[in-house]
């Protein structure tokens, strides 16, 4: 074990309250980790691997999502008027089916998760007919065996531009990030959000700026940091290193691969090793351009100055299961947990809970992490 103890100086440089303990032995690879061993796969392109289809049958996948609650697992969505989501592993198999209660969609697009155990899903494509309002889901992560899930929010939102297809979508930072596709001559990539803040209003779409994205945009995944952020599309991923804002990347020139020799490519999400990429007719895709693998860290902690106070963001191995002890000396006391078990997610991600057991007195955090 690694102590890195922080001086009550500096910790109050960096915050008035804290001060933190530094567990650095965490195991590297645990079983379910998504981690594909290439040896012997077909690959087609550069650094593009071709992982095979899933094992089941859909409609289609129409948006997929790494769970950041159960290790092992992604969830992913049909398409036009489906009321579920699905999980599956790895390797592709089908782990569990979850009607959503209530839900009438009409062209379900993408799927986003967050770091609070929620998933939001996109009810945002047009299927070729104008629409003038559209809609973003919130429901929680399906724990095992349930088999139904209620919506916990409803967004009604509307794009300035009426009738815009759209098939991209990120949370992060209290807003829900969306990517217009193109459809028609003269149309960009045009970057959305909207505040996540409660309300039963329509919404109008904050519109920041058109990306440098040429061809039609299908889906986009953020890593759980916030730090990097990639669109999928006809041409191939398109990815930005966007450090906590997702508008920063208005305006700047992305990272091209050209991923995959399939067109609908309608599926994205980061993974240890860089992006998978789902396509309608269920074909996985590792896409591990060097520019595209998420910055994996050694295992730690780190605490930052946010808006509404300290955040924390930590690094483990997938799967691996961790918990947050706080102590408020390291010569009285006992160490104790301060947060539910979360799972390693192999990348940089912030820590979700409260942080309230902090004092003006400082004390000391540690993750205790196992298999």
């Given amino acids: 074990m690694d102590n890195f103890p922080m001086t009550a100086q500096f910790a109050r440089q960096l915050f008035p309250v804290v001060a933190f303990l530094l567990l650095a032995s965490l195991p590297r690879a645990v079983a379910g980790t998504p981690h ?3 040896e012997g796969v077909p690959r087609v392109g550069d650094s593009v691997y071709s992982l095979g289809k899933v094992a089941f049958k859909s409609f289609e996948i129409s948006g997929i999502a790494l769970s950041r609650t159960r290790a092992g697992l992604f969830w992913g969505i049909e398409d036009a008027g489906a009321d579920l989501v699905f999980a599956f592993n790895s390797s592709g198999e089908l782990i569990q089916t979850v009607k959503i209660s209530g839900l009438s969609s009409e062209d379900l697009e993408d799927i986003s998760a967050d770091q609070d155990g929620s998933l939001y899903l996109a009810d945002t494509g047009t299927n070729l007919n104008a629409r003038d309002e559209v809609s973003v889901y919130r429901i929680r ?35 829900g990030w969306l990517v217009a596709k193109i459809r028609d001559d003269g149309q960009r990539s045009t970057l959305a959000r909207f505040s996540l803040a409660d309300t039963n209003e ?17 889906a986009a995944d953020l890593t759980p940091d916030g ?35 399939d067109t609908k490519k309608e599926g994205l999400a980061f993974v240890p090793q860089g992006l998978l990429v789902a396509t309608e007719s269920r074909d996985l895709y590792l896409d591990i351009t060097p ?40 010569d009285q006391g006992e160490w104790a947990a301060v947060t539910a078990d979360f799972p390693g997610l192999g990348m940089r991600a912030k820590w979700r809970g ?6 003006d007195a400082g004390g000391y955090l540690r993750l205790v992490a196992s298999p």
């Fill in 202 to 218: 329509l919404i109008e779409l904050e519109v920041l700026g058109d990306l440098d994205v040429p061809t039609p945009a299908a």
């Fill in 291 to 330: 520019n595209v693998i998420p910055r994996t860290l050694e295992p730690r902690l780190e605490v930052q100055r946010g808006t509404e106070g300290p955040e924390i963001f930590f690094s483990a191995s997938y799967g691996v299961s961790c918990v947050l002890e706080y102590r408020p000396r390291l």
């Fill in 354 to 359: 409260e942080v309230s057991f902090w004092s």
């Fill in 141 to 175: 992560e399906p724990r095992a065996g349930e088999t139904a899930v209620g919506i916990e929010r409803r967004w009604r939102l509307r794009w300035p531009e009426a009738g815009r297809d759209c098939e991209s979508l990120v949370v992060h930072g209290g807003y």
């Fill in 227 to 261: 730090d990097q952020f990639a669109i999928s599309t006809r041409a191939g991923t398109y990815s930005w290193h966007v450090g906590g804002d997702v508008a920063s990347a208005v305006g700047r020139a992305p990272v091209f691969s050209s991923s995959t020799p």
């Fill in 36 to 38: 594909w061993d290439l």
